[in-house]
Nanobody, 124 residues
Framework: QVTLVESGGGLVQAGGSLSLSCVVS????????MGWFRQAPGKEREFVAA????????WYSDVSRGRFTIARDTTKNTVYLQMNRLNPDDTAVYYC?????????????????WGQGTQVTVSS
């Protein structure tokens, strides 16, 4: 069993930054994908960024590329999402997810484990 706990959300002004963390308990498979998704009110949950435990190669969506950075620390079982140049459209609940057999990094249906989410609110 794998459990994920996010932290680091909050209220920030447009143009500001936030750093989210996701602590993973249990033993994810070595090649598990770790993803960040977000869901705004009335919208579907969308992919933000992902990375594999076994590789430093990140994946980004069009909305996050160039502004967000995903990283993982295998010694701390933690995945991070550094978010810069935030704007009100980034307001959402951000979820951490993990999947042992994710083939398409941006496909939420392939992720097996999910955290409870952390709220990010960007004011204009």
């Amino acid at each position: 069993q794998v459990t994920l706990v996010e932290s680091g959300g909050g209220l920030v002004q447009a143009g500001g930054s936030l750093s989210l963390s996701c602590v993973v308990s249990g033993r994810p498979f070595a090649d598990s994908a770790m993803g960040w998704f977000r869901q705004a009110p009335g919208k579907e949950r969308e992919f933000v960024a992902a990375i594999r435990w076994s590789s430093d190669s990140p994946w980004y969506s069009d909305v996050s590329r160039g502004r967000f950075t995903i990283a993982r620390d295998t010694t701390k079982n933690t995945v991070y999402l550094q978010m810069n140049r935030l704007n009100p459209d980034d307001t959402a609940v951000y979820y951490c997810a993990s999947g042992p057999a994710v083939a398409t990094m941006g496909k939420r249906e392939e992720y097996l484990y999910w955290g409870q989410g952390t709220q990010v609110t960007v004011s204009s």
